[in-house]
Each structure stands twice: as C-alpha cells, then as structure tokens.
C-alpha cells in the first residue's frame, strides 16, 4: 500500500514567510509524528497527534510553529514568520498505533529553505 | 539528558563482512521499545528492526540482528554478509514515556 506521503519535497521562501507543509500517513494509522532533522543530526521530535488531538506539543520550538490534523488523517505544520534557522528537512511519519511496539514510518520529508 | 547514544559517528566494513553498529539508551522505565533505521543519502528513512523491553531473545530481520544486552543498556544492531547498497546513516531510536528518541546517528561506507 502507500506509504507516508509530504509534501513538498522542496520549499524555498524568503525570510519571514509563512509556510505550510502536508503529510498524508499511511492510512489506517492513529499516530502521526512531526520530526525535524538538521544536517548531521538525527530526527529532533516536534509534535505528535492521536487522532484528531495534539497528544505532545513539547518539540514545538516556539510559537510561530503550529500543526494540525483536523480530521485524523492528513496533517498539516504551519510555520509562521519564518527564520533562517527554521532551515531543516521536516519529516513527518505515522504508525499503526501509539506504543513501544509499533513503529515509525517515515515519508521522505520536505527539505525548507529560508534565505 | 542524552537518551540514545550512538559513539561511533563514521564506520567502514570491507564488502561480505559483518559489522555492528553502537547503541546505548537510558531510560527508567520497564518497558520500552528499541529501533534501527536506515538513511539513505536519498533521505527516507527506513525501518529495519524492532527489540521490545521484555522480548528474551535477540531480534533478526534478514542480514539484520539487534544483539539486546538489558543489563548494559545496549541494542547493538549487526549487519551480517554487507552488501554496497548498506551504505547509509544508520539511527538508533527508542520509545519510551510515549515518545521515540532518536541517536546522532552512524554514517557507514561498504567498500568494494
């Protein structure tokens, strides 16, 4: 079946844009995660939702970063008045359910670029 | 405090050898979850395997083992017979307190 599905794959905007990026989970999938890798890093985790509702917020770096999943299903993060340092690929990625035995597949992520 | 930690950031193995890769992980909880994935410079990253807190025997997937060591705190993930296309970063992660911690990460080079 399909998997993970973000997009764009590139997004380039000029400092103090605002942004949105879509992720499409695998359907059937509870969870959704949001990631966000710098070059040479592993994943930093951003936000995860169940269902409908924002289960963990806490990655969020600050209060231009927002995201939502309004029916379940695609989700979308909105960063607002974008920065230079918001320049990352961001990863989104779904799993069956919520647990330390289900794990995390990932889409090929949208790499930003704020100049 | 650091969860996952990966302390080898470059590896080379020689083609058809094996090679292990480094993790360990802090958590106080009893039951946790523990994960590889593979990265690609294509950048999708992959799962390869899964070692739950409780599971007593070693997990394999293929070419792919997780040498689970409780009492060290280490999951260790073994590449057996390497192949050119294992090429790639390689995370350890785990699930704990209802989120995935990722490693720095391992960057490993098959050579011919």
């Known amino acids: 079946g399909a998997g993970v599905s973000q997009t764009p794959s590139n997004k380039v905007t000029e400092k103090g844009k605002y942004v949105e990026l879509r992720c499409d989970p695998i359907s059937g999938h509870t969870a959704l995660y949001w990631y966000r890798q710098s070059l040479g890093q592993g994943p930093e985790f951003l936000i995860y939702?169940?269902?409908?509702?924002?289960?963990?917020d806490s990655g969020l770096p600050n209060d231009r970063f927002f995201a939502v999943r309004p029916e379940g299903s695609v989700s979308t993060l909105k960063i607002q008045r974008t920065e230079r340092g918001d320049s990352a690929v961001y990863l989104c990625?779904?799993?069956?359910?919520?647990?330390?035995?289900?794990?995390?597949?990932f889409g090929n992520g949208t790499r930003l670029t704020v100049t | 405090a650091q969860k996952i930690t990966q302390t080898q950031p470059g590896m080379f193995v020689q083609e058809k050898e094996a090679v292990t890769l480094d993790c360990t992980y802090d958590t106080s909880d009893p039951s946790y979850g523990l994960f590889w994935y593979k990265q690609p410079s294509s950048g999708e990253m992959i799962f390869l395997i899964y070692q739950g807190s409780y599971d007593q025997q070693n997990a394999t997937e293929g070419r792919y083992s997780l040498n689970f060591q409780k009492a060290r705190k280490s999951a260790n993930l073994v590449i057996s017979a390497s192949q050119l296309g294992d090429s790639a970063m390689y995370f350890c992660a785990m699930y704990t307190g209802n989120q995935f911690y990722f490693g720095t990460g391992t960057s490993l080079t098959v050579i011919p």
């Open positions: 939702f169940q269902g409908t509702g924002a289960a963990d």
């Open positions: 990625a779904s799993s069956l359910t919520v647990g330390n035995n289900s794990p995390l597949h």
